[in-house]
């Protein structure tokens, strides 16, 4: 009995925050993909709604003419974060890694990085924001892990230095404060 109420206190205490709940209805015009196209590359990727409401990015990965990656990503209004604030993500992945990335700042040219693996099935991933180092066109950056107030972007990222398929599907992004 004590440890219910202890959890349901806990519940409480913590802050919530939806970034994106896709919906059969979602809109998806902040949403944006980028491909290695802008250097060259040939990869392929696209974003849209399943008709079950997930968010879908998938396509192919090319490594032809220095190309080796794809990405989606949702620009925002500036989300307030606190140093020890964790992004949610209810996901499904095809077993592949991908890259969560976010920005403090969307005209910062480096973004705030955390791999992680998925399953092929669906899964609830959670990401500390203090823990994603900051990248920048594949380097690692000589500079402080994620250490800011605000969030204003989000992307997901597949680069896996080999040509493959890839297909994402996502159900919802939150922020616990």
């Given amino acids: 009995m ?17 970034i994106f709940d896709f919906t059969t209805t ?11 196209g802008v250097m060259g590359g040939r990869s392929f990727g696209s974003f849209s709604l ?3 409401g997930h968010g879908v990015f998938k396509g192919t990965i090319s490594l032809e003419n220095n190309g080796g990656f794809s990405s989606v990503r949702h620009r925002m209004a500036s989300l307030e ?4 604030s964790k992004i949610r993500i209810k996901l499904k992945g095809d077993g ?24 092929g099935e669906w899964e609830e991933i959670e990401i500390e924001l203090s ?10 950056l000589d500079r402080p892990n994620f250490s800011h107030q605000t969030i204003e972007e989000i992307t997901f990222l597949i680069g896996n230095k080999k040509a493959q398929g890839f297909k994402l599907l996502i159900d919802h992004i939150t922020l616990v404060n």
């Fill in 2 to 18: 004590l440890s219910s109420i202890l959890f349901i206190l806990m519940l409480q205490v913590m802050n919530v925050d939806t």
């Fill in 26 to 36: 979602s809109n998806l015009d902040n949403w944006t993909v980028i491909n290695d």
């Fill in 50 to 52: 399943s008709t079950e």
């Fill in 81 to 84: 974060v606190s140093p020890n």
């Fill in 96 to 119: 592949s890694n991908y890259q969560f990335r976010v920005k403090n700042k969307i005209e910062n040219r480096y973004s705030y990085i955390q791999p992680f693996r998925t399953t």
């Fill in 131 to 140: 823990s994603m180092y900051p990248g920048f066109r594949g380097r690692r």
